[in-house]
């Protein structure tokens, strides 16, 4: 048997029935009307699998992006059976999509094996029981659209012939084509009923022409509208140009080439103006003209939506005609219009714009105004001109500063303050023509015919001009005119100084809330660090959009503390400049030279002339730039004659620094500086408080030890002097005794001072009978009683107990009597214990001298004593450990007193004190409760 004969044969088959199903199937497409492309590819599949004797043929859909592809019909030929849904991913299978991107087909004759289709060996080969593929891209409009899959089932590969391989992809373009002939038929099909829906519309519309315009201007479409208005049929009217349904007069001056490349610049144009009907008679037309684009912007023509407003137009001329006949009157009105406009915005640009538009076409077919502003710059704020003026093209522009200095025509108005009158230009335009020159830029720019420039005056200065244009010959401005346009142009300056006014009013109140929160910040924190990182936010958006502070520190370094920026996006960019070019005194930044001259630096117009100077490299100046640096404003930090820092300030475009800028920084900076000297004088008191503590702490317990060897060395003293009868050494050892004994309280003090300062006052809290206590504690003081002449009482009617820490509370009442014995030599003092539900009262009385009125706020203050040192010994501690020991066991201490009448100390403890719960009497006052 021949075999290679017989697949060769085979092969001539297969190329001859690829060819014969490629034609049929196109002959299919081309026959049908609504091709089903699900059906045509399901018919295509199934003669596929037959043709080339394959188990398994199917169409896999790629995905947007080509990251995954779905098997949208696959046909088994052993089942008869159409399936589908199963779904590859790019990222499992890279190399086999990579494959269908790079090759024109894929044959893989032992697919298990093949490294573009072995990935799929696990997961979807071997379950299938497939062991050759041969897969077919399906290219869509130059995309890849699909792949047409033939997968041969088998206990061995099979090796695709070279027409087994072109007959698959034969079979790939007729899928491509199918596909093709689907998605144009669908978009054929939208686009009829579109346009179909499109035409019930536009010739429902009878009241207004709809006009559809090639991009030459053409017409290509005609509703009944424009055929009721114009009077032509559609037939007629397709084919002709836009300018055909003008006035000749219209034509001749280039009107309606010029709204067609207005329509084109602006996409939208709104027009009025004289039409022209198929019998010869005019309309006045109100036109809307809208540029129609495709996706990639492409000018596809134009669409004209215009009424016929010839009534409104008659009715508008003969209201002009009768305001022409009194002049006045026109005058008065827009004057009024315009000052009703003026007062009712105090929106400047905006208020402007509006009169603009009422001197149009009243006093000038175009009317601009101009303000001055600082450094001698002229701003455009306004710019109007009447349909169809040669103006329409400039004032398109966009509004801002005058390119250069300020157009010549406005020089000598700004300067004097003197209107500029020229009836007739002619002559100058004719010369303006012939020279070669930067003069006159706005009479060679708007070319008109009649020109008026009045100044705006306000108190005195010349704030801008208010411009009128006549393009029209014969029909020159007049002296009443004149007199017209300044009258106007001084009620508007009037209104921009008020607006001008207001604005700086409403900055003025901004600025004092801004200093009232930055005040309010600065108080907050005694942390100068804390406080200057608060004051660059609160500098930031009103002030400025990016703040930086730098502070001098000990040994004359500089430091930069704290940076914000109002964008949180460009924060990186301030911390890179603060590691990149940190401040140093030989660098010249403005923070840096402000260090040095301890005055301010203001840049209003940051330019690259003047940034260059001030940084250290183009790749600062470049970073710099990238904050937003366009005007800067560095102030120094001065306090009690130091300068202590520099706040630098920058912002963009949007604001421009100035005196008031200035101001207000200064403001800001002064408090700033008066905060942070404040909070350095604080943690120098702190370390000095600290220092002061820690001396008494070491001294109180250095000078324990001689005195209690001293004490010691006395009462061995006394001892023998009792033995020998010297009464004469025995009284003086008892008063070096005292003396001791006291000096001894004094260093107790002392240390009580120190362990309250480092939290080191301990309680040893127990149940205790305060009534006993005080009796014990009056027993203790009746020889100091006898020798200052006082007779002690104590008062109560029973035991008064509580838990209670018993040494503290003996010292509360050792000192309180000790001050009434002192005070009120030669008269009783009074102990008091009573129970007052859950507290319970101690109270001192006597008779002495008192206390003043302006002294019983301090008297419990560390130190603080209410009579002079000279007359009455003691430290000034006594009753601050009093306090201190009361509050610590919840209670509250009071005194109440006069001069000459006694004092009354009354002191209210709980009666169950817990520590770390605060009794609501805590605290002193100046008097006991009743």
């Known amino acids: 048997m021949d075999v290679p004969g017989a697949v060769l044969e085979r092969g001539h088959v297969l190329h001859r029935q690829s060819v014969l199903l490629e034609q049929s199937v196109l002959l299919e497409l081309a026959a049908s009307q609504a091709p089903d492309f699900q059906a045509s590819l399901r018919q295509i599949l199934k003669s596929d699998a037959e043709l080339l004797g394959v188990e398994r043929v199917s169409y896999w859909s790629f995905s947007a992006g080509a990251e995954a592809i779905r098997c949208d019909v696959l046909y088994r030929r052993d089942a008869n059976a159409f399936d589908g849904g199963t779904e590859l991913r790019r990222r499992d299978f890279p190399r086999y999509f990579q494959a269908l991107l790079d090759e024109l087909?894929?044959?893989?004759?032992?697919?298990?094996?093949?490294?573009?289709?072995?990935?799929?060996?696990?997961?979807?080969?071997?379950?299938?029981?497939?062991?050759?593929?041969?897969?077919?891209?399906?290219?869509?409009?130059?995309?890849?659209?699909?792949?047409?899959?033939?997968?041969?089932?088998?206990?061995?590969?099979?090796?695709?012939?070279?027409?087994?391989?072109?007959?698959?992809?034969?079979?790939?373009?007729?899928?491509?084509?199918?596909?093709?002939?689907?998605?144009?038929?669908?978009?054929?099909?939208?686009?009829?009923?579109?346009?179909?829906?499109?035409?019930?519309?536009?010739?429902?519309?009878?009241?207004?022409?709809?006009?559809?315009?090639?991009?030459?201007?053409?017409?290509?479409?005609?509703?009944?509208?424009?055929?009721?208005?114009?009077?032509?049929?559609?037939?007629?009217?397709?084919?002709?140009?836009?300018?055909?349904?003008?006035?000749?007069?219209?034509?001749?001056?280039?009107?309606?080439?010029?709204?067609?490349?207005?329509?084109?610049?602006?996409?939208?144009?709104?027009?009025?103006?004289?039409?022209?009907?198929?019998?010869g008679t005019r309309f006045w037309a109100g036109v809307v003209l809208t540029s129609l684009r495709d996706e990639h912007g492409r000018l596809r023509g134009f669409a004209e939506v215009s009424r016929d407003m010839t009534e409104r137009k008659r009715a508008e001329r003969q209201q002009r005609l009768l305001a022409a006949a009194s002049a006045a009157e026109q005058q008065q009105r827009l004057l009024a219009e315009a000052s009703a406009v003026l007062v009712s915005s105090?929106?400047?640009?905006?208020?402007?714009?509006?009169?603009?538009?009422?001197?149009?076409?009243?006093?000038?077919?175009?009317?601009?105004?101009?303000?001055?502003?600082?450094?001698?710059?002229?701003?455009?704020?306004?710019?109007?001109?009447?349909?169809?003026?040669?103006?329409?093209?400039?004032?398109?522009?966009?509004?801002?500063?005058?390119?250069?200095?300020?157009?010549?025509?406005?020089?000598?108005?700004?300067?004097?303050?003197?209107?500029?009158?020229?009836?007739?230009?002619?002559?100058?335009?004719?010369?303006?023509?012939?020279?070669?020159?930067?003069?006159?830029?706005?009479?060679?720019?708007?070319?008109?015919?009649?020109?008026?420039?009045?100044?705006?005056?306000?108190?005195?200065?010349?704030?801008?001009?208010?411009?009128?244009?006549?393009?029209?010959?014969?029909h020159p401005y007049t002296r009443g005119e004149q007199a017209l346009a300044e009258e106007l142009a001084r009620r508007t300056a009037y209104a921009v100084d008020n607006a001008r006014l207001y604005e700086e009013l409403r900055r003025a109140e901004q600025?004092?809330?801004?200093?009232?929160?930055?005040?309010?910040?600065?108080?907050?924190?005694?942390?100068?660090?804390?406080?200057?990182?608060?004051?660059?936010?609160?500098?930031?958006?009103?002030?400025?959009?990016?703040?930086?502070?730098?502070?001098?520190?000990?040994?004359?370094?500089?430091?930069?503390?704290?940076?914000?920026?109002?964008?949180?996006?460009?924060?990186?960019?301030?911390?890179?400049?603060?590691?990149?070019?940190?401040?140093?005194?030989?660098?010249?930044?403005?923070?840096?030279?402000?260090?040095?001259?301890?005055?301010?630096?203001?840049?209003?117009?940051?330019?690259?002339?003047?940034?260059?100077?001030?940084?250290?490299?183009?790749?600062?100046?470049?970073?710099?730039?990238?904050?937003?640096?366009?005007?800067?404003?560095?102030?120094?930090?001065?306090?009690?004659?130091?300068?202590?820092?520099?706040?630098?300030?920058g912002a963009a475009r949007k604001r421009r620094y100035g005196p008031v800028d200035l101001l207000l920084a200064e403001e800001l900076s002064h408090r700033t500086a008066m905060a942070i000297d404040n909070a350095r004088l604080y943690q120098e008191a702190q370390k000095a408080i600290n220092l002061r503590d820690e001396f008494l702490s070491i001294a109180s317990h250095e000078?324990?030890?001689?005195?209690?060897?001293?004490?010691?060395?006395?009462?061995?003293?006394?001892?023998?002097?009792?033995?020998?009868?010297?009464?004469?050494?025995?009284?003086?050892?008892?008063?070096?005794?005292?003396?001791?004994?006291?000096?001894?309280?004094?260093?107790?003090?002392?240390l009580d001072v120190s362990r309250i300062s480092t939290g080191q006052f301990r309680f040893n809290l127990e149940p205790l009978d305060l009534t006993q206590l005080a009796s014990e504690v009056l027993e203790q003081f009746q020889q100091e009683a006898a020798r200052a002449d006082c007779r002690l009482v104590l008062r109560a009617e029973g035991p008064v107990t509580g838990r209670y820490d018993r040494l503290r509370l003996e010292q509360v009442l050792a000192n309180l009597l000790s001050n009434a014995i002192k005070y009120a030599a030669g008269g009783p003092v009074t102990v008091g214990v009573e129970e007052r539900g859950d507290f319970a009262r101690l109270t001192v009385q006597d008779q002495g001298i008192g206390i003043p009125?302006?002294?019983?706020?301090?008297?419990?203050?560390?130190?603080?004593?209410?009579?002079?040192?000279?007359?009455?010994?003691?430290?000034?501690?006594g009753l601050f450990i009093t306090r201190q020991i009361v509050e610590a066991h919840g209670g509250s201490i009071a005194v109440k007193s006069r001069p000459g009448e006694g004092s009354t100390f009354t002191v209210d403890l709980p009666r169950d004190f817990r520590p770390g719960v605060k009794s609501a009497r805590a605290g002193p006052t100046e008097g006991p409760e009743p």
């Open 511 to 649: 600025s004092q809330r801004f200093l009232g929160e930055a005040t309010k910040v600065l108080v907050e924190s005694l942390d100068y660090e804390t406080t200057l990182s608060r004051v660059s936010r609160l500098g930031v958006p009103l002030l400025a959009d990016w703040c930086v502070v730098d502070v001098v520190e000990e040994g004359n370094v500089l430091r930069r503390v704290a940076a914000a920026h109002a964008d949180p996006a460009r924060e990186p960019l301030l911390r890179e400049l603060q590691v990149r070019y940190p401040a140093r005194w030989d660098t010249n930044p403005p923070a840096t030279r402000v260090l040095r001259s301890c005055q301010p630096e203001l840049y209003s117009d940051l330019s690259d002339a003047r940034l260059l100077p001030l940084v250290e490299s183009p790749a600062h100046a470049r970073l710099i730039r990238e904050l937003g640096s366009d005007t800067v404003l560095a102030v120094p930090l001065v306090a009690r004659g130091r300068i202590l820092g520099a706040l630098t300030f």
């Open 853 to 877: 009125e302006k002294d019983l706020s301090r008297i419990f203050g560390r130190f603080e004593r209410a009579v002079s040192p000279r007359n009455y010994g003691g430290l000034g501690l």
């Open 346 to 474: 105090l929106d400047s640009d905006a208020a402007l714009t509006a009169v603009a538009h009422r001197a149009v076409p009243l006093l000038g077919d175009t009317c601009l105004i101009h303000l001055q502003e600082g450094g001698g710059r002229v701003r455009r704020v306004a710019c109007e001109h009447a349909p169809g003026s040669r103006a329409e093209r400039h004032c398109g522009d966009l509004l801002g500063p005058e390119e250069g200095e300020a157009p010549t025509e406005l020089v000598r108005v700004l300067r004097t303050g003197r209107s500029r009158f020229l009836p007739d230009t002619s002559r100058l335009l004719q010369r303006l023509g012939e020279e070669d020159s930067g003069r006159f830029v706005l009479f060679r720019r708007f070319r008109p015919a009649s020109v008026l420039v009045a100044p705006m005056l306000a108190r005195g200065r010349t704030l801008g001009t208010l411009t009128l244009f006549r393009e029209e010959l014969g």
């Open 105 to 279: 087909y894929i044959a893989a004759d032992d697919a298990r094996r093949d490294g573009r289709t072995s990935e799929f060996t696990e997961s979807y080969l071997k379950p299938r029981g497939i062991t050759a593929m041969l897969d077919v891209p399906v290219w869509v409009r130059g995309s890849l659209g699909g792949v047409v899959c033939h997968e041969h089932v088998g206990g061995a590969p099979r090796v695709w012939t070279a027409e087994e391989q072109a007959f698959a992809r034969s079979i790939g373009h007729v899928v491509s084509m199918a596909l093709e002939t689907a998605e144009r038929t669908r978009a054929e099909e939208s686009l009829r009923r579109s346009e179909e829906r499109f035409r019930l519309l536009v010739d429902g519309v009878k009241d207004q022409a709809l006009i559809m315009l090639d991009p030459e201007g053409l017409v290509v479409s005609w509703n009944a509208g424009a055929q009721r208005i114009l009077g032509y049929e559609a037939a007629e009217a397709l084919g002709k140009h836009f300018s055909d349904f003008h006035p000749p007069d219209s034509v001749a001056r280039g009107r309606p080439q010029a709204q067609l490349r207005g329509a084109t610049a602006r996409g939208r144009l709104e027009v009025e103006g004289w039409r022209l009907r198929k019998d």
């Open 703 to 750: 000078l324990r030890t001689p005195i209690t060897t001293l004490h010691l060395q006395l009462q061995h003293l006394q001892r023998h002097c009792a033995k020998s009868g010297d009464a004469t050494l025995c009284r003086r050892l008892d008063i070096s005794a005292r003396q001791i004994h006291r000096l001894d309280k004094l260093i107790e003090g002392l």
